[in-house]
């Protein structure tokens, strides 16, 4: 897939908005909830409706959508308000009723863009169609296989394209349902700066009260839009209910945001910025030299290590330098979440640099 393939032409074609908004429930559940919701976002800078008509559930139990029904209530609300309407397709039959009843938009889910065989299915049943495809990111996060999922839509010929940012799953409790890891987003960005991007706050954060001010610093990314779930009774909602915000509340976020200019024109703040950045890469060289003499103690303690016939890992010791590490980065202003992964990352580094050591020069 090359750039300049025309992807984002779409986002000109439809006179979308900037930022582009996708809302609506998580899942539809009654015709009266789907219209109500489709008529409160009717005179708003909302320009596509979403609704889940099949859901993918984590556990068995849980509501699995209303299925083929919904999309008719979906056609009525397209018919009364004029917004494009999006669904989640998991298989060809999904894509197929999709088509037969005049859906705009269709977006791949995170559990069905880790299934190379579900996004294959889905693309070939899409050949010589003309639908605006929206790829999620996967679960994990493994960009090649999100990029894949783009890809193989692409061979297929759908050419009105974009992705999903969507947060990844981690088995480690944070503040997020699911983690952005926002710079695998800004790396597939960089790479094809042509494919439109849109962030979906409400599935990152997993509540209602952190939509703001992730949509904001999705916005200050240069994102293309937003997909944020839209409930006219969020507390009561059949799925996603901590998440969705009233189509009120859309608004007042919508109000909020502050879309920044892209930079270029301005001088004096190109060279501020550039600048700073200068600064940042000199902060960014000390860091590795710093670690690398670290490293190299390491090595030292390795050595002691073997030649007392003592374990590398040493849990207790660990725990005390964690312990240490969080409370010196309170004052600096830096997250327990941060430096918990930092001090992992240079705890496995140092475990490596001490296994080599122990395990050289067997005598
Ligand atoms: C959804 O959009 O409601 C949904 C199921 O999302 P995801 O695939 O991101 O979990
Ligand atoms: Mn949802």
């Known amino acids: 897939m090359e750039n300049n393939t025309g992807m984002r ?57 209303v299925g083929a029904i919904g999309l008719g209530w979906l056609q009525k609300a397209k018919a009364e308000t004029g917004l494009l309407m999006a669904v989640e397709v998991a298989n060809a039959t999904h894509v197929k009723l999709a088509l037969e009843n005049d859906i705009d938009v269709l977006w791949i889910g995170a559990r069905t863009t880790v299934n190379p065989f579900a996004v294959q299915e889905i693309a070939d049943a899409l050949v010589n169609t003309d639908k605006i495809v929206l790829v999620k990111n996967p679960v994990n996060p493994d960009l090649a296989l999100w990029l894949g999922g783009v890809e193989r839509l692409y061979n297929a010929g759908i050419k009105k394209l974009g992705v999903i940012h969507r947060g990844f799953s981690t088995y480690e409790k944070t503040k997020y349902r699911n983690i952005p890891e926002w710079q695998l987003a800004i790396e597939l960005h960089d790479r094809f700066p042509d494919l439109p991007i849109i962030c979906d706050p409400s599935h990152i954060t997993g509540r209602r009260d952190m939509i703001q001010q992730v949509s904001q610093q999705a916005l200050d990314l240069n994102y293309d839009g937003l997909m944020i779930e839209t409930h006219n009774n969020p507390d009561k909602a059949w799925s996603d209910a901590a998440q969705q915000v009233t189509p009120e509340r859309l608004k007042e976020i919508m109000a909020n945001l502050k879309v920044r200019n ?3 024109e301005d001088s004096a703040f190109n060279e501020q910025i550039e600048k700073l950045r200068l600064r940042i890469d000199e902060y960014d060289s000390r860091l590795i030299q710093v670690l690398g003499k670290r490293m190299r103690i390491a090595d030292e303690i390795g050595a002691l290590k073997k030649e007392n016939n003592v374990s590398v890992l040493q849990g207790k010791r660990w725990k005390e330098v964690l312990e240490r590490m969080k409370n010196e980065g309170l004052p600096e202003n830096l997250g327990e979440e941060f430096i918990l992964k930092l001090f992992r990352a240079i705890h496995q580094e140092s475990i490596v640099h001490q296994e080599k050591i122990i395990n050289s020069q067997h005598s």
């Open 9 to 65: 032409q779409w986002l000109d074609d439809f006179k979308l908005s900037h930022p582009l908004v996708i809302a609506g429930p998580c899942s539809a559940e009654t015709e009266e909830q789907v219209l109500d919701i489709a008529r409160q976002l009717k005179d708003s800078d909302v320009s596509i409706y979403r609704a889940g008509i099949w859901k993918p559930r984590t556990r068995p139990g849980g509501f699995e959508g």
């Open 262 to 264: 892209k930079g270029a």
